[in-house]
């Protein structure tokens, strides 16, 4: 049985979340210089954009980025001969029979991404890693490795940079 840990990048969550910061930063911002034109006026006698700049990193982006870390769930996958299970806080267990799975592709619709569908092309789970790339490759090694599945690698242009793609499907 292979065991994989990672945080779980959650899209949708992180979206909203980092939105409703940015807008209470901004009514706080406002409040304390006195509504919009006050803080357009404290930006204009700031005096550098440079300075500006790295101060709304620290006091701004800087907490967001380490806000996300802990609204990111911690994931445990486990592969073995019959099944691949998905363990979560907060929510059920998910188990899926790798004798369901018909395709998996890593990298096809978001990057760092991994997908399993059924013979029928339905999703059955999304495994998305927060920063380790690595573990996506090595959960479509351990599934392939247990159900007969056949390698194709090609590349996608995002941002126009290159991606490599790898579809896995049944023989």
Do not use: W
Not at 27 to 40: D, E, Q, S, T, W
Not at 124 to 148: R, S, W, Y
């Amino acid at each position: 049985m292979n065991t994989f840990q990672f945080k779980s990048h959650n899209v949708k969550k992180g979206l909203i979340f980092g939105f409703g910061y940015l807008i209470v930063v901004f009514i706080l911002f406002c409040l304390v210089f006195g509504g919009i034109n006050g803080l357009a006026d404290a930006v204009n006698n700031f005096g550098s954009a440079k300075g500006l700049g790295i101060l709304v990193a620290v006091i701004v982006i800087g907490p967001l980025i380490i806000l996300l870390q802990f609204i990111n769930p911690k994931i445990e996958i486990q592969v073995d001969k019959e099944k691949l299970s998905i363990k979560q806080p907060k929510k059920e267990d998910k188990i899926i029979l790798l004798n369901v799975i018909d395709k998996m592709e890593i990298n096809h619709s978001l990057v760092n991404q991994l997908q399993l569908f059924d013979n029928n092309g339905q999703l059955l789970t999304t495994i998305h890693p927060q920063n380790d790339m690595n573990v996506i490759f090595a959960i479509a090694e351990a599934i392939a490795k247990h159900g007969g599945f056949i390698q194709k690698k090609g590349n996608k242009k995002i941002f126009g940079n290159p991606v490599e793609t790898i579809s896995y499907s049944r023989r």
